[in-house]
């Protein structure tokens, strides 16, 4: 497969800050393709060098084949939709989808129709005489997409365009926007601190954390296979507890969690002694469930917090005195476990990963 | 039950706020406006004021080309100043938002808010001197660039206009430069993104944009300059009569019909300015 964009080596310094460091990567020509992780992690700056805005201090930014070294934004084949959508306020929604193809030369009647085209894509065909300031947050989305995609970049660059959407809106942007990819092929760089986001809609997640990219691959291997205990921690719920490291391969080690023993997934060989295995809150079952698991044990329960689907429960286990939180679905006919009862629990050793003790 | 209002202390306190300013504009504004068309409709005969209504000053004001001349000049005089205004003004205001370094940023200010600072008769003088036909400038015009005769730039408009542009120059940068500081960065990313260069990022976001605050200075400057007295009567030498010029020598002359009508004419331009540059501004807002 081609690669649409592609950062080699690349580093960025702000004075004395190095917001991105000495990162490659290249994304598959029509792929949706993710940069998550926390603020300051360098995912919108590596965005911004993607777009022109920002120059890299080092390596290659690599776009459709071309190198982008002294490449204003403006003669880039990428078009970015805007954190805060950025809409020219003084113009029309037609207006500003037809600002690129006006700036390019385009004829008339190719301008029109390739911007009716662009509002049908989105819905906005009956807004078209609208001023921005006329629009709701998700219509005004919606306009800064068209505006992007109607000059038919190469790479569509998007900087947290559902961040200042409400929860529903932004569940339903996220399956338009995907519907949108698949329909034109366009490749999508999507900039996003929202994990659900990012697992949702991308062929393809790069987890950054200070500058570096921990680890790049599809949402279920980040999910599942974690690669550092950042990306961990960062993705889903997971429980970290301090474990005893009895034996270890490249890809196994035998844990001991105050008693209990079980094989866990590493991601290379740790010479330590002791370990930290993460384990997902969704991945523990309780009670009956517990029977089909490959390790069980016992444990106490000490909080239970409904919150519909699920059950939250804080649960302690028998002989480590370990505090587990463990999310169990609700299937809305049997009635939550009661505090202070004790009940068996299990989970499966390879739906757990031990780090080693200084991994970050 | 009568329906619930607001205690009578919240609803009135705006109108408390407001009482001294009320209480100054009656006496500074409304009160000297109503001596002011009583005057205006007094008679002068000979030298001499006679408490007797006539219109006659009015009809005079409006048919002899004496002061058709001196509102034209007047109107020609403000006009001129703000376009160079403007013209020198709105770069000047780009550069200031333009600069990064706060330190050039508060030097710049400083240096564009400086007349102000110095005293219209001092700096009247100081103008004087530059632009005489022995000043540095026509030196500089006949020595360097081979000028065969000094130009006149001074006891003439140009004089006018040069210093009062000078002095009303921040009254329009710093309204521009605000409109440019709240304009949302991105938009001219955006526009860049789209494939805008320098110039057509110009041209249709930013100018725009920033085109409320080019009028709200514009109309600031042109309203100043209508009512300009000490720089026009130091720098024109006598040949640029505007209408303030006209009040002041009829008030000395005792005309006092003839300077309540000079007056009442500067007040309807003033006027007719704010409401076309408040219509111009409510079509150029977005």
Redo the contacts between chains.
């Keep these: 497969m081609t690669s649409d964009v592609e950062f080699r080596d690349v580093s960025k310094v702000f004075g004395s800050f190095l917001a991105v460091d000495n990162i490659s990567f290249s994304v598959p020509q029509g792929s949706f393709f993710s940069l998550l992780g926390p603020s300051g992690c360098g995912k919108t700056t590596t965005l911004r060098m993607a777009?022109?805005?920002e120059w890299p201090d080092r390596g290659d930014v690599v776009i459709d084949g071309q190198n982008m070294h002294n490449v204003?934004?403006?003669?880039r084949p990428?078009?970015?939709v805007?954190?805060?959508w950025?809409?020219?306020?003084?113009m029309t929604v037609t207006q500003n989808v037809a600002?690129?193809l006006e700036?390019?030369r385009r004829p008339r009647d190719e301008i029109v129709r390739r911007v009716a085209e662009a509002l049908e894509l989105v819905g906005l065909t009956d807004l078209a005489t609208r001023?921005p300031?006329q629009l709701s947050g998700g219509q005004m989305q919606r306009v800064a997409l068209a505006?992007?995609l109607v000059?038919a970049p190469k790479v569509l660059l998007l900087d947290e365009p559902l961040g200042a959407l409400d929860l529903k809106l932004r569940m339903q942007m996220q399956l338009e926007l995907k519907r949108i990819q698949r329909e034109i092929g366009t490749t999508f760089i999507y900039v996003t601190h929202d994990q659900g986001e990012a697992l949702t809609m991308s062929d393809q997640i790069a987890v950054m954390n200070k500058g570096r990219i921990d680890q790049l691959d599809t949402p279920q291997a980040i999910y599942d296979r974690p690669a550092t205990r950042f990306v961990s921690s960062f993705i889903g719920n997971a429980n970290f507890l301090p474990v005893d490291i009895l034996d270890c391969s490249d890809t196994v080690a035998k844990v001991s969690l105050g008693g209990v023993t079980f094989a866990s997934m590493v991601n290379r060989k740790l010479s330590g002694k002791s370990g930290v295995v993460s384990l997902r809150h969704e991945r523990i079952r309780i009670g009956n469930e517990a029977a089909t698991s490959q390790i069980k044990t016992n444990a106490t329960i000490t909080d239970a917090i409904f919150s519909g689907a699920a059950i939250t429960y804080v649960i302690r286990l028998e002989g480590s005195d370990a505090i587990l939180t463990v999310d169990a679905p609700h299937d809305g006919t049997t009635a939550p476990q009661s505090i202070g009862t004790t009940v068996r629990v299990g989970w499966d050793g390879d739906a757990t990963t031990t780090f080693g003790d200084r991994d970050e | 039950m009568q329906p619930a209002r607001a205690p009578f202390r919240r609803s009135s306190a705006p109108w408390f706020l407001l009482l001294p300013a009320f209480l100054v504009m009656a006496y500074a504004f409304v009160l000297p406006m109503l001596v002011f068309f009583r005057y205006s409709v007094y008679t002068y005969e000979r030298g001499k004021l006679i408490d007797e209504f006539s219109l006659d000053t009015y009809r005079e004001f409006l048919t002899d080309p004496y002061f058709h001349t001196i509102i034209f000049d007047t109107l020609k005089v403000a006009s001129i100043t703000t376009l160079c205004s403007v013209l020198v003004g709105y770069p000047l205001a780009y550069a200031l938002w333009r600069v990064k370094s706060a330190a050039a940023k508060r030097w710049l200010g400083l240096i564009i808010f400086s007349p102000i600072l110095v005293s219209v008769v001092v700096r009247s003088y100081g103008w004087t001197v530059l632009l005489a036909d022995q000043g540095p400038i026509n030196w500089f015009l006949q020595m360097v660039l081979g000028f065969p005769e000094p130009i006149r730039l001074v006891f003439n408009l140009t004089g006018v206009v040069i210093s009062l542009t000078h002095v009303f120059l921040p009254f329009v940068v710093f309204p521009i430069y605000s409109t440019m500081t709240r304009l949302?960065p991105?938009?001219r990313?955006?526009?860049?993104?789209?494939?805008?260069?320098w110039w057509?990022t110009f041209r249709?976001?930013t100018f725009?944009?920033t085109l409320p605050g080019l009028l709200a200075g514009a109309q600031i400057c042109f309203t100043l300059s209508l009512g300009a007295f000490v720089t026009p009567s130091l720098l024109g030498g006598g040949r640029v009569i505007v209408l303030p010029l006209q009040v002041f020598t009829a008030t000395s002359d005792i005309n006092w019909p003839l300077a309540a009508v000079g007056g009442i004419a500067l007040l309807i331009l003033a006027m007719l300015t704010v409401i076309l540059s408040n219509r111009l501004l409510r079509f150029s807002e977005?």
């Design positions: 777009s022109g805005f204003p934004a403006y003669a990428t078009n970015m805007f954190q805060r950025a809409l020219f306020p003084h600002f690129g700036v390019d001023k300031r505006r992007a000059k | 949302d991105t938009l990313e955006a526009a860049m993104d789209l494939g805008a260069g057509t249709r976001v725009p944009l977005v």
